[in-house]
């Protein structure tokens, strides 16, 4: 949260004892002024406007490009989301791009806007605007593959809701050529 903030350092052994000092265990560094976020409540453009509910958030819109591609090129994938009640836990965000038999064949997974935007920040009516980049494996195989994209705890493996099941399937084809 915004506010002031004392900044301190110490150093623990591989015992995890703290080192004591003439003064201590630590040393102050003094202050830090940590400022408020800014929230975007205007709806950005977005070339794919959608509607997946997240409960605490909707994914609105993507835009993805390029579409058509050779292994080892990279997919730029951003994704507009759109805050409503709010989570209680950090969520992370996934992407995969997954062939006709189910398979991942490539992903990024990631906390929102690299890890900047917090899903436990996001607040009533702001837009978070959440950029990944999926790199094509060399060993792709060319083909047509789907994107999906959800929400999840990446210490229990725990996925949010969404549709009915645990993902979204974005509502386009990514073709992969020789």
Same mark, same amino acid.
């Given at each position: 949260?915004p506010?002031?903030?004392?900044?301190?350092?110490?150093?623990?052994? #591989?015992?995890? &004892?703290?080192?004591?000092t003439?003064?201590?265990d @630590?040393? %102050?560094?003094?202050t !830090?002024?940590?400022l408020?976020?800014?929230?975007?409540?205007?709806p950005?453009?977005?070339?794919?406007?959608m509607?997946?509910d997240?409960g605490g958030?909707?994914l609105?819109g993507?835009?993805?490009n390029?579409?058509?591609?050779?292994?080892?090129d990279?997919?730029?994938?951003?994704?507009?989301?759109?805050?409503?009640?709010?989570?209680?836990?950090?969520?992370?965000i996934? #992407?995969?791009? &997954?062939?006709?038999?189910?398979?991942i064949?490539? @992903?990024? %997974?990631?906390?929102? !806007?690299?890890g900047?935007f917090?899903?436990?920040?996001?607040?009533?009516?702001e837009f978070?605007?959440?950029?990944?980049?999926?790199?094509?494996?060399?060993d792709?195989p060319?083909?047509?593959?789907?994107l999906e994209?959800?929400?999840?705890?990446?210490?229990?493996?725990?996925?949010?809701p969404?549709g009915?099941?645990?993902?979204?399937?974005l509502?386009?084809v990514?073709r992969v050529d020789?």
């Amino acid at each position: 949260p915004p506010g002031e903030y004392r900044l301190a350092a110490g150093v623990l052994t #591989a015992d995890k &004892i703290r080192l004591k000092t003439g003064r201590g265990d @630590q040393v %102050d560094l003094g202050t !830090v002024q940590v400022l408020p976020r800014e929230h975007n409540f205007s709806p950005p453009e977005m070339a794919n406007p959608m509607q997946a509910d997240f409960g605490g958030a909707a994914l609105v819109g993507f835009n993805l490009n390029p579409t058509e591609l050779h292994a080892g090129d990279a997919l730029d994938l951003t994704l507009f989301w759109w805050g409503a009640n709010g989570f209680s836990r950090e969520w992370a965000i996934f #992407a995969h791009l &997954i062939d006709a038999a189910g398979n991942i064949r490539a @992903q990024t %997974d990631s906390f929102p !806007v690299e890890g900047t935007f917090p899903t436990t920040a996001w607040v009533n009516g702001e837009f978070i605007t959440d950029r990944h980049a999926i790199v094509l494996p060399a060993d792709v195989p060319p083909g047509e593959y789907r994107l999906e994209v959800g929400l999840y705890d990446p210490r229990t493996f725990e996925r949010v809701p969404v549709g009915g099941g645990d993902a979204v399937a974005l509502p386009v084809v990514v073709r992969v050529d020789n």
